[in-house]
């Protein structure tokens, strides 16, 4: 059986074989390293290994190369080898420059030379890159196939959901010869779509997610009826508190109403998350945390809508939208947060019909040569401006705001500024969007001078807000007037304990009005709205999870 390949590419022979002989060292026995003196001579050997069908598991380049970099080269062999994992080799002296220039290509991770030891610094970094091409891109795949309309608002949710949990898909627009013999196939109109294929064949007409979620293999039903706890959201909070409760042996179940990630599985790149100075795409970090609560042993429900919660004795009992329910002893609410709807004349007929909630990554391909408007002035607004920017001709940042400084970090401001194709509007806000079927056009206002401007554009992405969605604990736990859920010294006035509370004691850091209902994350009143302290809470909810668990 062909060994697959790790490549270093280095301009330097006396580096290029000090990097070979270290990696043939340790990885010798199960790949084949293969090495390169320019970047020109790496995409030739590249184009070699793909005609005789070798896999490229990870590739490692120096980022100051002369003719071609570093960065050049592993953009145009992105081209070539998808699947291979990037990292790039630097000098300490080049690191500001490699870190900014990462954000054109999706590189891994980068190396500082020398990286002697490699048992301290070469090869965790390798090992990574491979465990990584493991997961997601040692295998061919049986692709799912969806044939739909480019602006039919349905097919865009279902083609966002397989997206979003990183299930594999190609898709047949019916206006296609392909798309048309696919749905004649199938014994399906245009009303069907989206018409969903199944590897086996099966055909689904218009399908649910729930429906999808099934169809194509994902977790929908829980194993058993009882557990030690549930976590409520799959977002950071939520994956973290599923992580550490499995971790420490308890029997652990998170359900998520569509892809674990939240929002933050929707950015294009975090940077300033701890230990990834080179950053980490959202849909990076949910996948690694999401196969780490499934190592320990904790269930992944998908695609299941919670309506209630109910406090039966000492369980704690989740209802579902199809009327079953599980219980438990305790319980993390970890739902999140939603993008508020933008308020505008148009923008609800034309919501996924050119118009999207988050960066709609799957969108990305459809923008190329086309105008894009961002709106939020927020780091996930940042983040999408980044990343959209690389497919499309211009992107237009408006913000309500008067500068971005009070709600944007300051990497992501000097990111925009960097970037030629990417104007910020301050002081500015949607006053309609406009268009026959699907967006054409946006009116953009002043705020300040009320003039208002009409501007062509292909598509739109709103991120501006935080709702917290918790309607459905109207009545169960106590929320503040936003809709946020109030936990520990918050529940306390006066001394006074919250009504109803039944123990002795007040309630701890992240409990809610319940006992043995922790909350963590943006959907708790008054927490801190970035991914790092999501994880935290949702590690630290498990914590005290124990504590109550001893009192029982």
């Not at 190369?65 to 570093?70: D, L, N, R």
């Not at 064949?201 to 293999?217: H, K, M, N």
Request: glycine letters at 10%; proline letters at 5%.
């Amino acid at each position: 059986m062909t060994k697959p390949v790790l490549m270093t590419v280095d301009d330097d022979p006396g580096v290029s074989r000090s990097v070979a002989r270290d990696l043939r060292r340790r990885y010798g026995q199960d790949f084949r390293i293969v090495r390169a003196e320019s970047g020109r001579d790496a995409l030739d050997a590249l184009r070699e290994l793909t005609l005789r069908g070798e896999p490229v598991a990870a590739i490692l380049a120096d980022y100051r190369m002369p003719e071609m970099t570093g960065i050049e080269f592993l953009e145009q062999a992105m081209d070539i080898a998808p699947h291979a994992r990037r990292a790039l080799l630097t000098a300490y002296a080049d690191t500001d420059a490699a870190i900014q220039a990462i954000n054109v290509v999706d590189v891994d991770h980068y190396l500082l030379k020398p990286w002697d030891p490699p048992e301290e610094k070469l090869y965790p970094v390798v090992d990574a890159l491979v465990e990584t091409w493991r997961a997601v891109g040692v295998k061919p795949v049986d692709e799912i196939r969806v044939v739909g309309h480019r602006w039919s608002a349905e097919c865009f949710a279902a083609r966002d959901f397989l997206a979003r949990n990183s299930v594999p898909y190609r898709y047949y627009s019916i206006d296609e010869a392909e798309g048309a013999r696919l749905l004649e196939a199938a014994g399906a109109s245009e009303a069907d779509v989206p018409l969903l294929i199944t590897t086996d064949g099966t055909a689904l007409r218009s399908p649910t997610e729930a429906e999808i979620a099934a169809a194509v293999g994902l977790t929908t039903d829980p194993a058993g009826d009882f557990y030690d706890l549930i976590v409520i959201g799959g977002g950071p909070a939520g994956l973290g508190s599923a992580v550490y409760g499995a971790s420490e042996g308890l029997r652990t179940v998170l359900v998520e109403r569509q892809a674990t990630g939240g929002q933050a599985g929707q950015s294009s790149r975090i940077e300033n998350y701890l230990g990834f100075p080179d950053g980490v795409s959202g849909a990076q970090l949910t996948d690694r945390a999401r196969r780490q609560a499934a190592k320990f042993g904790a269930e992944v429900l998908t695609a299941r809508d919670v309506i209630a919660l109910e406090a039966r004795g000492s369980a704690r009992v989740v209802k579902f939208g199809d009327g079953s329910e599980i219980a438990a002893h305790s319980v993390v609410l970890a739902t999140g947060v939603s993008y508020r709807s933008l308020d505008a004349p148009g923008v609800a007929e034309l919501t996924g019909r050119g118009v999207f909630y988050g960066s709609a990554a799957t969108e990305a391909p459809a923008c190329g040569g086309q105008h894009v408007v961002i709106v939020g002035g927020a780091n996930s607004a940042g983040q999408a401006a980044v990343f959209f920017s690389r497919h499309a001709a211009k992107v237009t940042v408006a913000v309500r705001g008067p500068n971005l400084e009070a709600s944007m970090s300051s990497y992501l401001i000097k990111q925009l500024e960097a970037i030629d194709n990417i104007v910020v509007r301050t002081g500015t806000e949607v006053a309609e969007a406009c268009g026959d079927g699907h967006l054409q056009r946006l009116v953009l206002s002043d705020r300040t001078t009320g003039e208002k401007e009409s501007v062509d554009a292909a598509s739109m992405f709103v991120f501006i807000g935080a709702a917290p969605r918790t309607e459905w604990l109207d009545g169960v736990v106590v929320r503040d007037d936003k809709g946020f859920v109030r936990t520990g010294p918050d529940l306390t006035v006066d001394g006074v304990l919250p009504p109803g509370w039944p123990l002795d004691r007040s309630p701890y850091h992240l409990e809610s009005s319940v006992p043995g209902v922790f909350v963590a994350g943006d959907v708790r009143s008054e927490s801190v709205k970035r991914v790092a302290s999501a994880v935290g809470e949702g590690a630290m909810a498990v914590t005290l999870v124990h504590r109550y668990l001893a009192e029982q």
